[in-house]
């Protein structure tokens, strides 16, 4: 099973600041991976397919990044409504796909 | 567009079998390229993929839960449903049901997961 690692597991940071993500898979996974937001009380919502791939109606702020077993997802400038947890996710080794155990965005 | 809704009992009985079902709407549950898929987050932590069932019946799962699950759908009442046996209260989580695409886009293959349902939580205790 490859084992997604994010880090750091909280991120402060202010509105309208850039905000960088990371996450790791334990083995290569070339660019099969996605990133969701999760805001509290909501189901995830698919942000990144593609490793890069802004899924329909995801703003241009949000971008991802990476291949092999390093990944980033960016958000260039953030919005009030941003501030949420993100989970990577991969698919290129299944069953099962695996998440990452999520970055909480905090306002700074 | 597509909405899903997952329902039943928001607490099982330790050694009991919890069941739950997903109700698919706005679209076909028959579609082409589209797995019915169950994803559960435990309380405060990450996320974790179940299985998920083909129209046809074809079904995959996690291998960590596959001697305990089962996933069945009905196409004729557009729902897919649950069966998680022996349960504990490891097993305690928020229930989500979601449609995964798998195929190619741009000729490559992709997995996502979208939309998911609102979720429900399961609660195992005596």
């Known amino acids: 099973e490859i084992v997604m690692t994010q880090s750091p597991a909280t991120l402060s940071v202010s509105p309208g600041e850039r905000a960088t993500l990371s996450c790791r898979a334990s083995?290569?996974?070339?660019?099969?991976l996605a990133w969701y937001q999760q805001k509290p009380g909501q189901a995830p919502r698919l942000l990144i397919y593609?490793?890069?791939s802004r899924a329909t109606n995801i703003p241009a702020r949000f971008s991802g990044s990476g291949s092999g077993t390093e990944f980033t997802l960016t958000i260039s400038s953030l919005q009030s409504e941003d501030f949420a947890v993100y989970y990577c996710?991969?698919?290129?080794?299944?069953?099962?796909?695996?998440f990452g155990q999520g970055t909480k965005l905090e306002i700074k | 567009q597509v909405q899903l809704q997952e329902s039943g009992p928001g607490l099982v009985k330790p050694s009991q079998t919890l069941s739950l079902t997903c109700t698919v709407s706005?679209?076909?549950?028959?579609?082409?390229?589209?797995?019915w898929t169950w994803i559960r987050q435990h309380p405060g932590k990450g996320l974790e993929w179940i299985g998920y069932?083909?129209?046809?019946?074809?079904?995959y799962y996690n291998p960590s839960l596959r001697t305990r699950v089962t996933i069945s759908i009905d196409t004729s009442k557009s729902q897919f449903s649950l069966k998680l046996s022996s349960v504990t209260a490891a097993d305690t989580a928020v229930y989500y049901c979601?449609?995964?695409?798998?195929?190619?886009?741009?000729?490559?293959?992709?997995?996502?997961?979208?939309?998911w349902g609102q979720g429900t939580l399961v609660t195992v205790s005596s």
């Open positions: 706005g679209g076909s549950i028959s579609s082409g390229g589209y797995y």
């Open positions: 083995q290569s996974i070339n660019s099969n």
């Open positions: 069932i083909y129209y046809t019946g074809n079904t």
């Open positions: 979601a449609r995964q695409f798998k195929g190619m886009v741009d000729d490559t293959p992709v997995v996502w997961f979208d939309p």
């Open positions: 593609g490793a890069s």
């Open positions: 996710q991969q698919y290129n080794n299944w069953p099962p796909y695996t």
